[in-house]
């Protein structure tokens, strides 16, 4: 007979997940999907650039009237939403160009970059703000700095992904890139633009992180980087100035001062949910420039805590999607590009918000999709556009769209069924730079394997020359 222990025997309960278990899976199951990625993007842009929408009209109804010109209210918040409808058709752009073309084109990118940095220095530029960094045609204006850090992001994954087999030699590694990358610094800082530079040196920084420098020769950037700035801001008066009221923010907030330490009121009368949209102190001339540079304290102000919260979450969900982008692609270019635009943009945004809440000196760049203005949101939207363009390539959205068509949103926006990844094969008689012997094209890291027929033929290639290199060892020719 046998014993049938009772707890044993009991039912097991069943036990309900509470709802963020449910949350966790659902999110997970969605995540899971093969264009999560690319959606995203896509919400993350919209999304941010409504908020940036709402934000510029609510900053620049008091400063756009003016009577003497017959200015409205609206007159700014028009142009900004024409900058937006500009920056929709480039990243539509973005999205809809093949990857390929956009590598081949790197080079003549950065050339014409380094061309329009040269000729904004001649008299054809215009000065603002005290940097003569830019170009006016008519009611519109372009700043080439803000096109040079996407060409050198393009132009410089290139060439580190031709020379990968090389890049342990330092000299492989810095040049050509550091050259050019130095030859922009030095055009940007003669417009004087420090916010400009500092951009760009992030830019070059998430090149040699992503394409695997070594970790002292970050080491060695940093130093001479904090140098130069320290430098740079000693031989100014005016960065000099911006420097000391950074250090001693209290010993004079009517001069250098004044916006920082407006800005900083400006976040605190805001408390948790803010004044509401148009109540702000800041839109009556306390905070100048607030529709620009110092908007996350308008945002601050008038939406308290609660909405400074949401704007970050926004960006560490696009700083988690792009590195998702960039960890989940085979392509080493798509990798490196996908890495440093992301880098690139999500530092921009900490240093805007971290001079405006104080916690870094004033240097006067924009918050990327929020702040007023012209070459910005359109380079940003390019921006986003080419990340939403990576994510369309990652080996299961590629699997997913040319089995399953475009979907509803690559139909709508007529978007090209992307291209599975292909190592790029060898070439007989290149030769290894520095080492003077033959090798192969660099092969990227994570390459994808053969397929079946490709591997088929491999071996019956290899079978092949085998067998004649027995006859002819039996023959005496080897």
């Not at 896509?42 to 941010?48: E, R």
């Not at 949209?277 to 529709?291: D, E, F, I, K």
């Not at 900490?350 to 070459?375: E, Q, R």
């Amino acid at each position: 007979m046998t014993v049938v222990d009772e707890k044993q025997a009991r039912p097991r309960r069943v036990r309900n997940d509470s709802p963020f278990v449910a949350l966790r899976t659902a999110l997970t199951a969605w995540l899971s999907r093969p264009l999560a990625s690319f959606h995203l993007v896509l919400a993350l842009t919209g999304v941010l650039t409504v908020i940036g929408a709402v934000m510029v009209l609510s900053a620049s109804s008091v400063a756009s009237y003016n009577p003497k010109t017959g200015s409205g209210v609206y007159s700014l918040f028009f142009r900004h939403l024409m900058f937006v409808a500009i920056g929709g058709i480039v990243f539509w752009l973005g999205l809809r160009v093949r990857l390929e073309r956009i590598r081949r084109m790197s080079a003549t990118i950065t050339v014409i970059c380094l061309g329009l940095l040269m000729l904004v220095l001649t008299p054809l530029g215009s000065t603002v703000n005290g940097s003569q960094g830019w170009f006016k045609l008519g009611v519109f204006t372009f700043q080439p700095v803000e096109a040079a850090k996407v060409a050198l992001a393009f132009w410089g994954a290139h060439i580190l992904v031709i020379k990968y087999n090389v890049l342990h030699q330092w000299r492989h590694l810095l040049v050509p890139v550091v050259p050019v990358a130095l030859l922009m610094f030095a055009l940007v800082m003669l417009q004087p633009d420090l916010g400009g530079t500092i951009t760009l040196a992030v830019v070059l920084l998430g090149l040699l992180w992503f394409a695997g420098a070594p970790k002292r020769l970050f080491g060695v950037i940093l130093a001479g980087g904090l140098s130069g700035v320290l430098v740079l801001a000693i031989i100014a008066p005016y960065r000099l100035a911006r420097v000391m009221s950074f250090l001693s923010p209290d010993a004079d907030t009517s001069a250098e001062g004044f916006q920082a330490n407006q800005a900083k009121l400006a976040l605190a009368d805001g408390g948790l949910f803010g004044k509401g949209l148009g109540q702000g102190a800041s839109n009556w001339g306390y905070l100048p420039n607030v529709q620009n540079d110092f908007i996350f304290a308008l945002i601050g102000e008038e939406l308290g805590f609660v909405g400074c919260a949401v704007v970050l979450a926004l960006f560490a969900g696009v700083a988690v999607v792009g590195l998702r982008i960039a960890t989940r692609n085979i392509d080493p270019w798509i990798r490196i590009v996908a890495g440093t635009l992301t880098v690139f943009l999500v530092a921009q945004a900490a240093i805007n918000i971290g001079y405006v809440v104080g916690l870094l000196p004033v240097t006067g760049v924009t918050l990327p999709l929020i702040s007023y203005g012209g070459t910005s949101l359109v380079i940003t939207m390019l921006i986003m556009g080419v990340l939403a363009n990576a994510a369309r390539h990652e080996p299961e959205a590629v699997a997913a769209l040319r089995s399953h068509g475009p979907g509803k949103f690559g139909r709508l926006l007529r978007l090209p069924a992307p291209d599975p990844y292909r190592p790029p094969s060898a070439r007989k008689g290149t030769r290894a730079a520095g080492n003077g012997t033959k090798a192969a094209r660099p092969a990227p890291r994570a390459a994808r394997p053969a397929p079946a027929q490709e591997r088929r033929r491999s071996a019956r290639r290899t079978t092949a020359n085998r067998g004649a290199r027995s006859t002819a060892n039996r023959r005496g020719h080897w």
